[in-house]
């Protein structure tokens, strides 16, 4: 059984930052293309990174670039997302996911079929 868990998520203020964390179980990391998502309230879930089984090649949304790293820990079977710089609008429930369909982009999230349960960030100004 396919299972990841987020932690890390939290309140902090502008100009702050937070590191997400994603343990998996049942699945290895370093196997899929594995994204972070985000969605605040009313909103859809947006794409924020994502980084790849071949290479470990990431991309990320233009809104993040430059702020945002995601990474890997092959041996702790981890993702991870380190966010600097934190900005009320980065305000969101943020998931990590395995992508498990080939005909959507990695940016999409209809290419990933194992999601987390979320973790709460909130930016406060």
């Known amino acids: 059984q396919e299972q990841l868990v987020e932690s890390g998520g939290g309140l902090v203020q502008a100009g702050e930052s937070l590191r997400l964390s994603c343990a998996a179980s049942?699945?290895?990391?370093?196997?899929?293309?594995m994204g972070w998502f985000r969605q605040a309230p009313g909103k859809e879930r947006e794409f924020v990174a994502v980084i790849l089984r071949s290479g470990g090649s990431t991309a990320y949304a233009d809104s993040v670039k430059g702020r945002f790293t995601i990474s890997r820990d092959n041996a702790k079977n981890t993702v991870f997302l380190q966010m600097n710089s934190l900005k009320p609008e980065d305000t969101a429930v943020y998931y990590c996911?395995?992508?498990?369909?080939?005909?959507?982009?990695?940016?999409?999230?209809?290419?990933?079929?194992?999601w987390g349960q979320g973790t709460q960030v909130t930016v406060s100004s």
């Open positions: 996911a395995a992508r498990t369909r080939f005909s959507y982009t990695t940016s999409s999230a209809r290419a990933y079929g194992t």
């Open positions: 049942g699945l290895t990391v370093s196997s899929y293309d």
